[in-house]
C-alpha cells in the first residue's frame, strides 16, 4: 500500500487489473451525490420511481470499482430495531425504496458508455451482468448525467435519466 489509506500503489508494472484505462476515465473517479432520477416514458411523460426529492451517492474509485445506491428520502423505519425481524410489508416497502449494487467499470468514450459490472445488487437479477450507461459531463466537470438503454421498471419501459453532482472534499 502507499501512503494513501485503502489504495494500492500502482507499480511500473502499470494499473491494477480492472482500472478503466481509456483516456477520459479519470472524470468519473470521486463520489456524486444524485440530483434527481427520472424514468422517461416513450410517450414523452416522466416518472420519479424514488419521488422527486430522491437521494443517492456514486463512487467511482481509481482501481476501477464502483458502489451505487438511490434511495427514496422518505423510506420508513421497521417497528423491530432488529433488521431480521421484518414483516412482508417492511421488507417490500424497504426494498421498493432503495437501490444499491457494487461493482467494477470500464469506459468507452467512442460510444461515451459506461459499463457497471455488478458483483452484488440489492437487486439479485443484476449480479454477474452488466449495466451500460451513456453519459454526458457539464459545468466543468462537475455535473454528470447517465442515461439507460430502455429498461423494464415498475411494468413499464423507460429510459433512466439520472444527474449526479460532483461531491466536495471537506
Excluded: C
Excluded at 457494487?102 to 459499463?115: C, L, Q
Excluded at 454526458?136 to 419501459?157: A, H, K, M, N, V
Amino acid at each position: 500500500m502507499n501512503d494513501l489509506v485503502g489504495r494500492p500503489a500502482i507499480v511500473s508494472g502499470g494499473l491494477p487489473p480492472g482500472v478503466a484505462t481509456e483516456p477520459g476515465s479519470p472524470q468519473f473517479i470521486g463520489s456524486w451525490r444524485l440530483m434527481s432520477f427520472e424514468a422517461r416514458l416513450s410517450d414523452g411523460g416522466v416518472l420519479y420511481p424514488f419521488g422527486r426529492d430522491a437521494d443517492g451517492v456514486l463512487t467511482y474509485t481509481l482501481d476501477g470499482r464502483l458502489s451505487a445506491a438511490v434511495w427514496k428520502a422518505d423510506r420508513p423505519s421497521f417497528a423491530s430495531d432488529d433488521q431480521q425481524e421484518g414483516t412482508p410489508e417492511e421488507y417490500a416497502a424497504a426494498l421498493r425504496s432503495y437501490v444499491q449494487y457494487m461493482g467494477t467499470f470500464t469506459v468507452d468514450r467512442a460510444k461515451m458508455t459506461i459499463h457497471h459490472h455488478i458483483e452484488q445488487s440489492v437487486f439479485p437479477n443484476w449480479n454477474g451482468g452488466t449495466q451500460p450507461r451513456f453519459y454526458e459531463f457539464s459545468e466543468q466537470g462537475s455535473r454528470l448525467e447517465l442515461t439507460t438503454p430502455p429498461t423494464p421498471f415498475g411494468g413499464q419501459t423507460h429510459t433512466g435519466a439520472v444527474v449526479w453532482k460532483r461531491m466536495q472534499v471537506g
